[in-house]
C-alpha cells in the first residue's frame, strides 16, 4: 500500500515470532520447493506485442 | 489464463519508458488514468497521483500492463528498495534480518508496494504473472547487490494474504484491524 513508500516499516516486538517463521529452515523448503516447481511455470514467455508508440 | 495468453493480451511497460517518450506530463498522467479499481482506491490513488512524481524522483519503479486492443492500463506494480527499521526488537531477531550484525538499526530491503489490477479484469487471474514478473526484477538487483529479504505491504484480506502465501511469501504481523499486512519472502542461499 502507498503508505509502505512514505512510512517507515516498522515491527511490533510481538510479531518477532513471525521473522523466525520466515527464517526457518521450514519456510526456506517452502520457498525453494515454490522457485522449483512453481515459478518457472509462471515466468514470461513472450515479448510485449505494443511498442512505445501504440500508446500515443 | 496461462502465461502464453497473458503474454499474448497484455504488453508491459516501465512507467520511466513513457514518460521519456511523452511530450507532456499531462498526456503521460491521462494515460494512467486510464486505470481504474474502485475497490482498492489506495491502488488507484497511488497510480493517478504519485507514481508518476515517484517515478521522476527516482522514489520507485512502476510497471504497466496494457491491454493490447484497447491500450488502457490492466494492471501494475510498483517496487523500490526500501529499509525495515528494527527498534524495539531482539538482537536475535534482528541479526536473523540483517544476517551479520544483531545491533544495527535498519536493514534494506526489497519494497513491492503496490501490485493490483483494474476492476475491468477483475475475472483474470493474472497476478501471479505480474508477482513473478516483478520477482524477477528484484531477483535481477538481487543477484547484482545482495540484500536479504523482499516485503510486501499487502491489503489486509483474507483472499489477497493466501495468494501471496502460496507465493512464497509469509506473514509478519497479525493483526485483524490493521489496513494493511507485511509480508516477506527472504533469501535463503547462505543458509544451505
Known sequence: ?56 | MTRKQFDEVFSCFQLSEIISQTPSKRKAKKILETFSCSKNLDLQDFLHNKALTFEQHLRSRTYLYFDNETKEIAAYYTIAISVFFTNGISNETIKLLDGYKDDIKTIPCFLIGQLGKSEKYERFKIGEYMLTDALEIIDSSHKSLGGRFTLIDSVNNSKVLSFYKDNSFLAIEDNEDSESIKMIRPYFEELE
Open chain 1, 1 to 56: 500500500m502507498t503508505k509502505a513508500f512514505l512510512e517507515p516499516l516498522v515491527l511490533k516486538p510481538e510479531n518477532e515470532k513471525f521473522i523466525r517463521e520466515a527464517f526457518s529452515k521450514s519456510n526456506m523448503d517452502r520457498v525453494k520447493k515454490f522457485d522449483a516447481i512453481k515459478r518457472p511455470k509462471l515466468k514470461k514467455i513472450k515479448d510485449r506485442k505494443l511498442s512505445i508508440t501504440d500508446l500515443f
